[in-house]
């Protein structure tokens, strides 16, 4: 195993890419824009980083940026830089620096963004990784097989704690396997963290008792550092199987501490996504940003999903999700369950199954559940016939002649 | 005083814009895509976000990014959403989740990016702001009036710890007011920070000892929240005067707890920005971003320095620096100094101080003081000396005549 730090980039210059990136990897290693006395042959050995490989692709005739150099052409190239580990020590942090610092405002890009990165093994042995994983979320809610058939509480924010419980009821009775505060829910004067967390546990609890199924709720625990840690305590103290925090609010040395403390699996929400993503030359692709929060310790991990009522398209919906299932070591895979969510119902089950190729999944629909014609209770059965379809290779509409509930629900889709 | 959070945003859209933003309005806070049983229109009253104001710009042809739906025409506009502070509780985490969560994804807009915040007293009353800020940074300096004059080691990386405490040795002969480590240094296997630290603060003392000048020199803390911790404390012990973190790679957990922590000034490096704000109608200002970092608890910002040599146009470098100069609140001001780098040399410093109206920044050069014909003293002298000339009206040029330092500068910038 190497002891360097792999980055592979998209880049877009209207300079020599060769030229550009070697400003890049000095920029981001012992270089800079003049000639400084001590950037010796023997430290730009030990410390520079190094162009892997440099492989050119389409030019195009405007600059994706502005800001940049210009020019005639813009030469498209996808690059790999390497630096020796011995740069900054096995730090999450610090490789945030490091792979993803500065370098967005060189004046040589008009467009760069961050594809992948490769870590080596030291740092799978300082950080945590996820605690529970697929195996341990199934394991915590009962789910054998299958998604996780799930849901998002809605209104977002303005319920009061007993009319949280009261649809945590509706949704429990419907047979659903999980639920999650909304990003925006918080500690609000009018539903405060801790009177919601009590009303929607005592029905889980309740359920529980009833069923022998607990479901799976995500609090939202998001705050400052002692706020988080004293509501994951009161989540495991009620009974609770599952905490949320939102990665872009939190920080990696917030979730750092959060994992340290966890007892329970950490449901990473990813809101802010479209900042960091949305131009397709600029900022991170989910492949590398994901991999410091699953080293960091998330169990669960967004990835909009087919046909979203979101801006991203599928393909790259698919890419995510693949990734999130992808061993980062030997020894500490790492592997976060991928929650496919925005605009999902009967209808994505089977194209979501066959690009993915399993059901390792967390299916979170909103509309799909609660707008089904005959009630939540329909829509979570829908969901699921819908799943069972599609991991039995049966087409949607056969099923849905022997199963009423997918029927009203692709019914109800068509019109 | 309001118990609203205020935010202004740029947004483009193919759509009616008064139907793009409420749509935005209702995904930030009760609605959803679909009408849900639960949001009564008490509920929408109490908790809706509302729009409080939609400006036209003008109309582009084409959509600024993918994803969006299609039009003839792209409507630019600004509008500015509020929210009732009730809805999340006074916390910077959530904040962020509220006013830049999922709404930069939104098929709706082909661009969004967030320009301004403006909170309520709750938050002034919630979190720390700088603990020095300007007036505390010239008092530990010893730098009563004009800017800080200071640089960065360089090489970045590679440097031994001794290599460290003799490039800061020249410096501090050189009469240099301000060092700071480069955010690529860490805590590497040959510059390990304890050793780093415990060089160039023996470096620092001697040269107090000697000479009364206590040298501000910005220790680079940034790690998992023990190891900053840990490394403030040493520090602090050895008489150091400043602590630097980044902020991208730290995150707002991270740098509050640090806040709660710190004894000394944090110095707040912001590399990582260009993937947050490099287009220009997607993702963060600086006005906006940066006050969640003063808030926190961040001293010194950096705003890049005009002329930079990176991608930012000038213009913007000055409405970030005024930005950080401006009140947040009456009895919690929170102003953060800014820090000029970036291409900085003797030629800046008029139109710079002329652009803000005064000299309360760290001006830090590199190339300015190191590839001074007559050495770092010269170097630093001829900032010194341009800064003079423009605090007191004299042009550059005429100062030069009978300042020695400056002149060779200038002859040497001309080449």
Redesign the interface.
């Known amino acids: 195993m190497s002891d360097r730090i792999y980055a592979r980039y998209l880049v877009e210059t209207a300079d020599d890419p060769r030229r550009a990136v070697e400003v890049m990897a000095g920029e ?7 000639a ?4 010796t042959p023997e ?2 050995a ?3 980083a190094r162009v892997e490989r440099l492989t050119p692709l389409e030019d195009v005739p405007a600059p994706s ?4 150099k210009k020019g005639t052409a813009y030469h498209r190239c996808e690059v790999e830089l390497s630096w020796p ?5 096995p ?4 490789l ?3 792979v ?8 040589q890009f008009s467009g ?1 963004r961050i594809l992948d990165i490769d870590l080596p093994p030291a740092f799978a042995a300082r950080y945590q990784g996820p605690q529970f994983g697929i195996e341990g979320t199934r394991r915590l809610s009962g789910v054998a097989s299958g998604p996780l058939i799930g849901t998002i509480v ?6 009061s704690p007993e ?1 949280t419980a009261d ?1 945590v009821e509706v949704l429990a009775k419907g047979g659903i396997d999980f639920i999650k505060d909304d ?2 829910q ?5 539903c405060p963290f801790e009177a919601r967390a009590r009303a929607v546990m005592a029905v889980i609890d309740r359920h529980a008792d009833a069923t022998g199924k607990r479901i799976m709720y995500a609090h939202n625990v ?4 002692d ?2 840690r004293r509501r994951h305590d009161l989540v495991a103290a009620l009974g609770g199987t599952c905490i949320m925090a ?1 990665l ?10 959060l994992r340290r403390h966890a007892q329970l699996p950490i449901h990473a ?1 990813r ?6 993503s ?3 030359l ?3 692709s989910y492949p590398a940003w994901s991999k410091l929060w699953r080293l960091a310790g998330a169990d669960h991990m967004h990835v ?1 999903g087919l046909r979203n ?5 599928d393909d790259s919906v698919i890419v995510s999700a693949k990734s999130l299932q992808t061993p980062m070591f030997d020894d500490r895979p790492c592997i976060a369950m991928p929650v496919f969510s925005s ?1 999902q119902a009967a209808g994505q089950a089977g194209d979501t199954y066959r690009a993915l190729g399993n059901a390792d999944l967390i299916y979170a629909a ?2 799909g559940i ?2 089904h014609p005959g009630g939540a209770a329909a829509g979570v059965a829908s969901l699921r016939q819908a799943w069972d379809a599609a991991m039995s290779g049966v087409a949607l509409t056969e099923h849905a002649r022997s199963h009423r509930e997918l029927e009203v629900a692709l019914e109800a889709l068509a019109r």
Chains 1, 2 share one sequence.
């Open positions: 981001q290693s012992s270089g800079t824009f003049v400084v006395p001590g950037e430290l730009k030990r410390a520079g940026l502005p800001g940049a580990i011995a740069n900054l020590g730090s999450l942090p610090n945030v620096a490091t993803a610092g500065n370098l967005f405002e060189l004046q760069l809605k209104p977002s924010v303005g319920l009319g649809l990003e925006l918080a500690d609000g004067e009018y998001t705050g400052d550092l706020e988080m939102s872009n609010s939190v920080g990696l040395v917030g979730m750092i501490e929400h809101n802010g996504w479209g900042y960091l949305r131009h397709p600029l900022g991170w909009n009522k979101f801006s991203e398209p605009g909103g509309g609660m707008a």
